[in-house]
């Protein structure tokens, strides 16, 4: 059967006033997927969001919803899309199944198949039980709520922004395994700037900085294109970190990539393995203690600042 992409965006460019938020942003989503949209905060990752609901005009470029265009304002590719906003907002004196009733007779859905597909979406989402109002719910149920709300009309694709960003470990988790069960009816564009969710729950992903794509590919094939088994040296002292970098910071004549980068203070990557022994004699010679040093493969945080230098 033929794979169709649910989402293509190609040479798209926003400019507000003087910043030009997006320089022809390239990206393809295929369906069934959960897709990580990944950046900074102010990589433009909401500016792409807002321009595909047809919420923001384009200055250049095309998207294209289910192979139909997007355009500004009422577009009638949004029939196709479910919405996550980073905070979604409610009438806090229903209860979750009066909220998806009501959010179910606004979009026109018909009275039988409200009531049976909330009962489903509360399930998945894990609110089946719940049947307090809105107001008494924490922020990761909110996000919850929200979920099956955007995925009532049965979406093609569900666009959800930073949905994890401001809860608690336990809060992320609950929101990772409802998009990956949601993943089986819908395809999910999931923007984030935490990489570590990415790597949990994600098939594909696009790395979005200063208004570009500078990765984008599977997980996997991401990771391989890096340099793999990188060096964590963490020092005694973060001022032997400081002299290190001095050393050993940039390559010969600063064409080759950076040989250490800092991790956090104090802790070093070294991610060119043949370097090793020198870092290590020139370590040994000028006295730099070491507290760990550890080989590991090359994480999408490794990979992430890696291509943001280049």
């Known amino acids: 059967m033929h794979k169709m992409n649910v989402l293509e965006i190609s040479g ?5 006033g003087e910043k030009q938020v997006l320089r022809g942003v390239e990206l393809t989503v295929p369906e069934k997927k959960v897709y990580g949209f990944v950046g900074r905060n102010g ?7 807002k321009i595909t609901l047809g919420l923001l005009e384009a200055d250049a470029g095309t998207v294209k919803v289910c192979g139909e265009s997007a355009h500004y304002g009422n577009t009638k590719t949004n029939r196709f899309i479910g919405y996550l906003p980073d905070v979604p907002e409610y009438y806090s004196f229903m209860t979750p199944m009066e909220y998806l009733k009501f959010c179910g007779e606004i979009t026109g859905l018909p009275a039988k198949e409200i009531k049976t597909r909330s009962e489903e979406m509360l399930r998945l989402v894990g609110l089946g039980e719940e049947k307090r109002r809105i107001k008494g719910f ?19 694709l569900l666009i959800c922004d930073e949905p994890t960003s401001a809860l608690d470990p336990l809060g992320r988790k609950e929101i990772l395994d409802v998009l990956v069960a949601a993943k089986e009816e819908t395809t999910i564009l999931f923007s984030t700037h935490v990489l570590s969710d990415v790597e949990h729950i994600c098939d594909e992903m696009a790395l979005l900085n200063d208004g570009k794509i500078v990765m984008q590919g599977s997980i996997e094939d991401v990771k391989k294109k890096r340099r793999s088994n990188a060096m964590e040296i963490e020092l005694e002292k973060a001022s032997d970190a400081e002299e290190m970098l001095r050393v050993f910071g940039k390559g010969q004549q600063n064409k080759e990539p950076q040989m250490l980068t800092v991790l956090r203070p104090g802790t070093l990557l070294l991610g060119e393995p043949s370097m090793q022994p020198e870092i290590l004699r020139y370590m040994a010679d000028h006295e730099i203690a070491f507290a760990r040093m550890e080989k590991r493969e090359a994480t999408l945080e490794d990979i992430f600042l890696e291509a943001i230098k280049e």
């Open 43 to 49: 990589a433009g990752k909401t500016t792409t969001m």
């Open 12 to 16: 798209l460019e926003k400019r507000f």
């Open 138 to 156: 924490s922020r990761g149920m909110k996000q919850r709520l929200g979920i099956a709300q955007a995925l009532l009309g049965r979406p093609k």
